[in-house]
């Protein structure tokens, strides 16, 4: 395994829509390892392929909430999704700035596995976030387009925001999130999904 460079905004490969794997080889899985170890020595708890230059459809995820829990995901989709909440998020490839984003609560992502078997993945809270804000990476899409009050990192509030969101990792352990066995049919996106607005925010 190695520790790969994480680009940094305006990257032109972040704004890209990246492409699908059509073939998980030797190639592919050293892709995931790889990726894997540069988002444990970031720290971060979420890596995107384009975020280390390689243009595919590809995620790392650990939300490190104590579960031990990795999920190397290939062509991960979210097909449905339910409720909004607004966090404060970061992003490796923007370092020292945060800023708050509506999110939906509770997702389910369907992928292929490093094997290429196909799991589904229940998510909601801070395992669901991060998801997201992934995925968003994999359309060109970062936290940036859609947050407020994007702010620079008060000196000494990196590690608050870490411990902040270790709470609600552990907070979140709980809800349930499981892999399902290949077969079952993914959901489509309900009613309220993709094309919905947050609700209005009090000001």
Excluded at 27 to 42: F, G, I, P
Excluded at 130 to 145: A, M, N, R, S, V
Excluded at 156 to 169: C, D, I, L, P, T
């Amino acid at each position: 395994m190695a520790i790969l460079e994480i680009v940094k905004d305006p990257a032109e490969v972040l704004r890209k829509k990246a492409r699908p794997v059509t073939k998980i080889n030797a190639s592919v899985r050293k892709l995931l390892d790889d990726m894997t170890e540069t988002m444990y020595a970031a720290p971060g708890v979420g890596l995107a392929a384009p975020q280390v230059g390689v243009s595919k459809r590809i995620i790392v995820v650990d939300p490190q909430d104590g579960s031990g829990q990795l999920y190397q995901l290939i062509n991960p989709e979210i097909v449905k999704a339910e409720g909004w909440v607004e966090g404060t998020e970061g992003c490796l490839s923007i370092p020292g700035m945060i800023g708050d984003v509506w999110r939906y609560e509770k997702v389910q992502v369907v992928a292929l596995d490093r094997t290429g078997k196909k799991v589904w993945i229940d998510a909601e809270g801070y395992l669901a976030r991060i998801f997201q804000h992934e995925i968003d990476h994999l359309d060109g899409i970062l936290y940036t387009d859609k947050c407020s009050n994007l702010r620079p990192v008060p000196e000494g509030e990196e590690e608050a925001e870490e411990a902040r969101a270790a709470q609600a990792a552990e907070a979140s352990a709980d809800a349930g999130v499981s892999a399902e066995a290949e077969g079952q049919k993914a959901a489509a996106v309900s009613a309220g999904g993709e094309g919905a607005e947050p609700p209005a925010k009090e000001e």
